[in-house]
């Protein structure tokens, strides 16, 4: 997938590394790295003018010449769980949606590395309105950013699990979970970071080698190679058995165990049949298993399984020694849940 460009993401678009190359092209010294760093991840500034500790002619300089944007929050729905959903506007008229789902002791952001998706996945609503583009690292931080300012706190846990597919945007997506654990910028720690990938193999073995502790979760849905090709044929070309043996080499290369999402969708991935393959595909493995009870999308002939059947697939899973969560929906009032974000206003 393509790069976001400096015309369309402006300064954002820059990695910290980038932005030392082009601050020493034009003769700034090196601290003033730190300091538009830290002004931007930080204290997420939505302009160069709240950069007091800068001139006012190096603000001017640096305005021409790397524009400074901030998410627009064009819309802002709140559920009665308290999920709280952002339809935001980026500076090319973008749109994205992001999650923040508070506890009492946690504030995590979900997040999306794209703007649409292209993976055409039968159960989600993101691909139905088609696929404008991949985000740029700072653009991804941004939504975290707009979340800490509307609930006046820190977020401490951040999932790559919105719109879009991070691993075919992969170079952006971990320069922006560096930066969210960086200290100089978010402090999230690596292990309350969590990227989602529908199984892009050549990404899932190059991210086992990446030095951070950042985890690892892979949307399955379902461990027939038929019925997977039929509900994400966005990843036909990567088989189940290469997968495995994927997820298996990074446990084994890491330490860290995969999380497999199991959103069970009623007729279609809860059959007794389903039930075996699944545990078949995970027994023996370093791995967790998330089962989410789909959530509905209007428009959809895909429909959620029953409660007795996530019960069912529960109990033959911790049987065969796996470790399984029923994993709680949030936001679903307001189609915050998963698999039900999309774009919905028109670009104006």
Same mark, same amino acid.
């Given at each position: 997938m393509e790069r976001a460009t400096k015309q369309q993401v402006g300064i954002k678009a820059l990695t910290r590394d980038e932005l030392a190359a082009e601050f020493e092209k034009i003769g700034l010294p090196k601290f003033r790295v730190k300091q538009v760093y830290q002004w931007l991840y930080q204290k997420g500034a939505h302009?160069?003018?709240?950069?007091?500790?800068?001139?006012?002619?190096?603000?001017?300089?640096?305005?021409?010449?790397?524009?400074?944007?901030?998410?627009e929050i064009v819309k802002k729905q709140v559920s009665a769980d308290g999920t709280r959903k952002y339809l935001l506007r980026l500076a090319d008229g973008?749109?994205?949606?992001?999650?923040?789902?508070?506890?009492?002791?946690?504030?995590?952001?979900?997040?999306?590395?794209?703007a649409g998706c292209p993976m055409r996945c039968a159960f989600c609503a993101t691909g139905r309105n088609g696929y404008t583009r991949s985000l740029g690292c700072g653009e991804i931080v941004d939504q975290v950013n707009v979340i800490a300012q509307d609930f006046g706190q820190r977020v401490t846990n951040v999932v790559l699990m919105g719109q879009g597919e991070p691993f075919l945007n992969y170079d952006a997506t971990l320069e922006a979970m560096k930066i969210m654990n960086d200290k100089d910028a978010l402090e999230i720690?690596?292990?309350?970071?969590?990227?989602?990938?529908?199984?892009?193999?050549?990404?899932i073995r190059r991210f086992a080698k990446e030095?951070?502790?950042?985890?690892?979760?892979?949307?399955?849905?379902?461990?027939?190679?038929?019925?997977?090709? &039929?509900?994400?044929?966005g990843v036909r070309q990567y088989d189940l058995v290469r997968l495995r043996?994927?997820?298996?080499?990074?446990?084994?290369?890491?330490? &860290? &165990?995969?999380?497999?999402?199991?959103?069970?969708?009623?007729?279609?991935?809860?059959?007794?049949?389903?039930? &075996?393959?699944?545990?078949?595909?995970t027994r023996h493995t370093l791995c967790h298993v998330n089962l989410i009870q789909l959530n509905a999308v209007k428009g959809s002939s895909i429909k959620p399984s029953t409660p007795e059947r996530?019960?069912?697939?529960?109990?033959?899973?911790e049987a065969a020694g796996v470790e399984v969560t029923l994993r709680e929906s949030r936001g679903a009032d307001i189609d915050a849940a998963c698999g039900q974000l999309k774009q919905r206003a028109r670009v104006r």
């Open positions: 302009s160069y003018d709240e950069m007091t500790n800068l001139s006012l002619p190096l603000r001017q300089q640096l305005a021409t010449a790397y524009p400074l944007f901030f998410p973008a749109l994205v949606e992001t999650v923040a789902m508070p506890t009492k002791t946690r504030l995590s952001a979900c997040v999306s590395t794209q720690g690596a292990r309350h970071i969590t990227v989602s990938t529908c199984g892009i193999l050549p990404q030095p951070e502790q950042f985890t690892l979760a892979v949307s399955l849905h379902s461990a027939v190679q038929e019925t997977r090709d &039929r509900i994400m044929p043996e994927a997820l298996i080499s990074y446990g084994e290369s890491t330490g &860290r &165990r995969p999380t497999y999402e199991y959103a069970l969708m009623g007729g279609i991935n809860d059959s007794n049949e389903e039930m &075996r393959a699944l545990v078949d595909f996530l019960q069912a697939f529960k109990r033959a899973l």
